[in-house]
């Protein structure tokens, strides 16, 4: 079992940035591949990026160049630095845990969710 806390979220105007941190406890942080999902309203949760436990990361082509996925098993955390913010981007975001050995897309995959943070992008 594992406990996963967003923080981080915000309102931003279109072009600036944020950091997103995904705090987990409970079972090793690092025997898990971390993912990141945001929901906009009224349609379905979408994958954004994941990280592998050796590291290996993958985005969506949405946000690839502008976003980056880090993680730090010392602190058991996870970070999405999200640059280059547009008002697409405005959606509530959620860090997810998954026990399989390489990162996955898939949010079906997913074992553990946190509950999401807001992020709002102004134009």
């Known amino acids: 079992q594992v406990q996963l806390v967003e923080s981080g979220g915000g309102l931003v105007q279109a072009g600036g940035s944020l950091r997103l941190s995904c705090a987990a406890s409970?079972?090793?942080?690092?025997?898990?591949?971390m993912g990141w999902f945001r929901q906009h309203p009224g349609k379905e949760r979408e994958f954004v990026a994941a990280?592998?436990?050796?590291?290996?990361?993958y985005y969506a082509d949405s946000v690839k160049g502008r976003f980056t996925i880090s993680r730090d098993n010392a602190k058991n955390t996870v970070y999405l630095q999200m640059n280059s913010l547009k008002p697409d981007d405005t959606a509530v975001y959620r860090c997810?845990?998954?026990?399989?050995?390489?990162?996955?897309?898939?949010?079906?995959?997913?074992?553990?969710w946190g509950q999401g943070t807001q992020i709002t992008v102004s134009s």
């Open positions: 409970g079972r090793s942080f690092s025997s898990y591949a």
């Open positions: 997810a845990a998954s026990l399989r050995l390489e990162a996955t897309i898939l949010r079906y995959q997913y074992d553990y």
């Open positions: 990280i592998s436990r050796s590291d290996k990361t």
